[in-house]
């Protein structure tokens, strides 16, 4: 997996992340990852269904998982524990 | 699937579901659904992940999976386009 081919979610609009999503695909890309943490899984999930449905229609989920990451608390000491979450997307055969 | 082994994600605090799903496991269930819908999707990644690496660490995600649904909106005529999404939860053999 290459970086060139992901696309992370952060606190733009939804649709932002979905032209980066149908771009991907549209420069060449059978596969493409979109990457989260926090709040921002929702929104990862919003991006892949409205790209398949709307706009790559060739395109489908093939994969999801999360996991667990700890991060540094701002203005404080120690970490906190943060859900990430991954979904891989791929053109059908 | 019966839904009595699902637990669906809303508004309360995140720990509410996880102590729902530690529960289902506890009383017998080898298998845990957990559903969730909009923004409540990030919150049930959270409390698939604290389940299993604070309270049931012989679990694990077998599967996740979304779907986009079309619920009224409120107060206006049409439908809307809600993401859904669903965690499948097992015990490990």
Same mark, same amino acid.
């Given at each position: 997996? =290459?970086?060139? %081919?992901? *696309? @992370? #979610? ?11 999503? /149908?771009?991907?695909?549209? =420069?060449?890309? %059978?596969? *493409? @990852? #979109? ?11 919003? /991006? ?46």
């Amino acid at each position: 997996m =290459s970086e060139e %081919n992901t *696309v @992370y #979610i952060g606190k733009k609009e939804t649709m932002n992340y979905v032209m980066a999503v /149908v771009t991907q695909f549209n =420069s060449g890309s %059978n596969e *493409v @990852y #979109i990457k989260a943490r926090g709040r921002a899984i929702s929104k990862a999930v919003d /991006v892949a269904e409205i790209t398949k449905n709307r706009f790559v229609q060739d395109a489908e989920i093939v994969e999801m998982k999360s996991d667990t990451e700890q991060v540094p608390r701002t203005g404080e000491e120690g970490t906190a524990n943060v859900s990430s979450f991954e979904i891989l997307m791929k053109r059908k055969e």
